[in-house]
């Protein structure tokens, strides 16, 4: 079966670090991938997109790969700060223009 | 970036009544637009996609005669869920993507739906 899987426990790292997080899929051949940043009660907002032919992508702090053979994309902050607390959902589209959304990860960075 | 305004942003109603979520595309002609359900720390769920003037596309398991989806014009599309229920709350979000926006899909505020 198709599955797009994100880490469910939450990643608590301390101010100024780099937070990692990870999107696992299996049984789909996505031509992107992408990431967007939730706050409880909101809607998604996009962060970066990653297309199949692309191995790294930066904007900013953030830096996300993706490495079609092992069917995974890390998404990374740098320097992290307080204000990047969220849960961070990886998507990816299903080749009809469909995106199918991880469960997300959720980010706690302590000052 | 391009702004979806999803209206009203939280609504309550009673069992057994009809309730209308209105997506906005302000500055952009969305040509499709999707609907999700979310609920408490799970992922977003799609509901259907719909393309401006045609019949919207409901995924398995999705009942199209509880959740009516109309997107009549470039700009709005709406999701009715008629004969609500309970079970029915959750937080429903649109999103939309068309012409001058590329390949990135923007979503609305999300609209939360509580049935009493």
């Known amino acids: 079966s198709q599955k797009i899987e994100q880490n469910s426990e939450a990643l608590n790292i301390q101010e100024g670090k780099t937070a990692t997080l990870t999107c696992n899929y299996t049984n789909y051949s996505p031509a992107y991938l992408q990431w967007y940043r939730q706050d409880p009660g909101r809607g998604p907002v996009f962060l970066l997109l990653?297309?199949?032919?692309?191995k790294e992508k930066r904007k900013e702090r953030l830096k996300v790969t993706f490495d079609t053979t092992l069917k995974q994309s890390l998404f990374h902050i740098t320097a992290s700060q307080p204000a990047d607390s969220a849960t961070y959902l990886c998507?990816?589209?299903?080749?009809?223009?469909?995106?199918?959304f991880g469960s997300g990860t959720r980010l706690l960075v302590r000052p | 970036g391009a702004v979806v305004s999803q209206h009203p942003s939280w609504v309550i109603c009673k069992s057994g009544t009809s309730v209308k979520i209105e997506c906005r595309s302000l500055d952009f002609q969305a040509t499709t637009m999707f609907w999700y359900r979310q609920f408490p720390k799970q992922s977003l769920m799609l509901m259907a996609t719909s393309n401006e003037g045609s019949k919207a596309t409901y995924e398995q398991g999705v009942e199209k005669d509880k959740f009516l989806i109309n997107h009549a014009s470039l700009t709005l599309s709406t999701l009715t869920v008629t004969s609500a229920h309970p079970e029915d709350s959750s937080f429903y979000i649109c999103?939309?993507?068309?012409?001058?926006?590329?390949?990135?899909?923007?979503f609305g505020e999300g609209s939360w739906l509580t049935v009493v």
């Open positions: 999103s939309a993507s068309g012409t001058g926006v590329g390949n990135t899909i923007y």
């Open positions: 990653i297309r199949e032919n692309e």
């Open positions: 998507a990816l589209d299903d080749s009809s223009y469909k995106l199918i």
